[in-house]
């Protein structure tokens, strides 16, 4: 009987334990991954929509340069697009753009999405800051882009960007 070979079922069973942990830490590092892959998504979304919105604003500089079109941010994400019409004035087109970016931001996902849009005060000439700000999925992971993001809560995402109007 001493001649016996083969495993012990104390044997199989710290390998199993071993195993488990292992497994378990590989599904650990795993979450953690598609979480940050889905927040980059968000990021990149983030970034079009503010992209889009300061190409809009530009194209409208008369709304701009009056100062008064834009003046009632913060707006939040909305699951209504805007119905485009012609013969719009500088502020009209002004509202439905800020409408359009903010059911953009809706429907990219980017829920709680609150996009912020103020005139930089003391700046040399006309300068606006146009941020996008949504919860974040781990606060210990938060990221900005772009310009600080005064109006951020720590635990939130930033996109945010800087646009000149006038000389």
Not at 14 to 40: E, F, K, P, S, Y
Not at 44 to 63: C, D, I, P, Y
Not at 84 to 97: C, E, I, K, S
């Amino acid at each position: 009987m001493n001649h016996q070979k083969g495993f012990s079922l104390i044997e199989v069973l710290v390998a199993m334990l071993i195993a488990a942990v292992a497994i378990g830490a590989t599904m650990i590092v795993h979450a953690n991954n598609l979480r940050q892959v889905a927040d980059n998504a968000d990021l990149t979304r983030a970034e079009l929509v503010l992209t889009n919105m300061v190409s809009r604003m530009q194209v409208n500089n008369q709304a701009l340069i009056g100062g008064d079109a834009y003046k009632d941010s913060p707006w939040t994400a909305v699951s209504g697009a805007p119905i485009p019409r012609l013969g719009l004035t500088p502020v009209q087109m002004a509202w439905f753009d800020v409408t359009m970016a903010r059911f953009e931001a809706f429907e990219e996902g980017l829920v709680g999405a609150v996009l912020n849009i103020a005139p930089v005060v003391g700046a040399a000439g006309q300068e606006w800051s146009v941020a996008i700000d949504w919860p974040a999925h781990d606060p210990a992971n938060v990221v900005h882009r772009g310009a600080a993001c005064a109006a951020v809560a720590a635990a939130n995402h930033c996109v945010s960007r800087s646009l000149r109007v006038g000389p």
